[in-house]
């Protein structure tokens, strides 16, 4: 059961680690520390993902800057609790992770499979210039009743698709981890530069639940 629970939710991102570690939390005398990790996308333009890393895994304490990595795991959820309300923190939980020497031109190096419930309504809408967009919040189940909640962004054919889900379908994802810039205002004076963390969706269909018991 809990091999099949995560088989739902599979990352894989190379890059490069572009800052220290800072302690996160334990969990039974085992230290988790957070790095930020650069992914470039195809075009010239980069992506930095969070990761999550078990002190196991690597010397925390080693000044790992510079670095390039390889790294499977989970993308992963939780909510803290700030400014008198919670906010989704996103991370990618690393299982597996290799230093490597060099990663080729053109290797996909920034990979996501999920397969999870629709827990929230799609919203659809377009941009000035006529491209269409769908917000997805994806939860994905994960062992002890748990889950991670994932919010997708669909764009064209996937954004229309995706317009007509209702909540609770059960769907599969595939696509990257991407971040993105924006400015949350905290008042009529004050405002701060904040980084959302989502996955860009390249494939998704609906998962028939009756069929999906038998595979």
Known sequence: MTDKVMENNQAMIMG???SKFTYSHEIYGEGFYMVDVEVQRLSDSTDIIPVMIS???????????????????????????EEKKNRLILSVFARELEIVEDIEDG???NQIYMDGYVCKEPIYRKTPLGREIADL??????????SDYIPCICW?????????FSVGQRC??????QSREYVKRLNEED???????E????????????EAMYL
């Open 199 to 210: 996955v860009s969706v390249s494939k998704l269909e609906l998962v028939d639940y009756e």
């Open 156 to 164: 064209g054919r996937n954004a229309r698709f995706a317009s007509g």
């Open 107 to 109: 290797s996909k190096s």
């Open 16 to 18: 490069t680690i572009v």
């Open 55 to 81: 002190e196991r895994l690597l010397d925390v304490t080693e000044d790992y800057r510079d670095c390039k990595v390889w790294i499977n795991g989970q993308f992963r959820s939780y909510n803290r609790h």
């Open 172 to 177: 599969a994802i595939w696509g990257r981890i």
């Open 137 to 146: 919040l994806i939860a994905v189940n994960r062992p002890y009743g748990k």
């Open 191 to 197: 405002a701060e530069k904040r980084i959302a963390y």
